[in-house]
């Protein structure tokens, strides 16, 4: 079980990093891991309200201890960067690692929504602009109608592609070179651009989301929308930006 909030203000949790350092205990360790497990749960929680029902809860918050202990052992407290910072990012790689390893999305589905990208990346690399809805269902070929439920059947999986763009922190916790470092500027760089082409709702959806680290839920009632409106405006997000992303990177081979 997990440690209370006043169970937890009691740790001395920097002299417990210290010892670690030091010693490389395994009974300090997992000292740690107890410390930091509320940042488990809640990473785990912001993710698993975003996937469907029959994902397990359990293996996610598994997955997510793994990635806590990964990012223990590999933090150095030199780098004086916050350790929730670095190991959120752990965490929440390690979750997704285990959504991927997990075939969990219908092939029929998954086929669908390779069509819908495809269609929105075609429409906006011709127009310059975002396509429509209606756009959309005819260079796929369905009605709006169909064109509305595809979108919301893909919400849940968009949570993990555009998390492999958003994930930039990993390059400078795991290398110094100053490629690296300038491979990470060009990134920001290209992912800020992508987000300013959004159109306003879904860049507000995907800056509270993402940056803000706000829920879908309490996003629909900051922006005063239903929560199946704003899963519609982050679908559209994520499809918008893989495809302006990959256009970009195409240019660049």
Request: hydrophobic share 40%; proline share 2%.
């Amino acid at each position: 079980m997990g440690q209370t909030e006043e169970d937890r203000g009691d740790v001395d949790v920097q002299s417990l990093w210290v010892e670690y350092r030091a010693n490389r205990s395994i009974e300090v360790r997992n000292l740690l891991a107890e410390y930091y497990l509320p940042l488990v749960r809640i990473v785990t929680g912001r993710l698993a309200i975003s996937l469907p029902q029959h994902v397990d809860r359990d293996d996610l918050l598994s997955s997510g201890f793994f990635g806590l202990l990964d990012a223990i052992d590999r933090y150095d407290m030199d780098r004086k960067n916050k350790f929730e910072t670095y190991a959120g990012v752990r965490v929440r790689g390690a979750i997704l690692d285990y959504l991927r390893s997990k075939d969990w999305l219908p092939v029929a589905l998954r086929q669908k929504i390779r069509r819908y990208e495809q269609a929105v990346s075609e429409v906006e690399g011709t127009s310059g602009r975002a396509a429509t809805n209606e756009e959309i269902a005819k260079k796929m070929g369905v009605s709006l109608e169909e064109l509305a439920n595809i979108e919301k059947k893909a919400s849940a999986a968009t949570i993990i592609p555009l998390d492999d763009y958003l994930r930039t922190d990993t390059i400078v916790e795991t290398q110094d070179g100053p490629s690296e470092r300038l491979e990470k500027e060009e990134l920001k760089e290209t992912l800020a651009s992508a987000i300013e082409r959004l159109p306003e709702k879904e860049r507000r959806v995907v800056e509270l989301y993402y940056y803000e680290e706000l829920t879908l839920k309490e996003i629909s009632i900051l922006m005063s929308l239903s929560e199946a409106r704003i899963s519609q405006l982050h679908t559209k997000a994520v499809f918008r930006m893989r495809g302006y992303l990959a256009r970009m990177k195409a240019s660049l081979v």
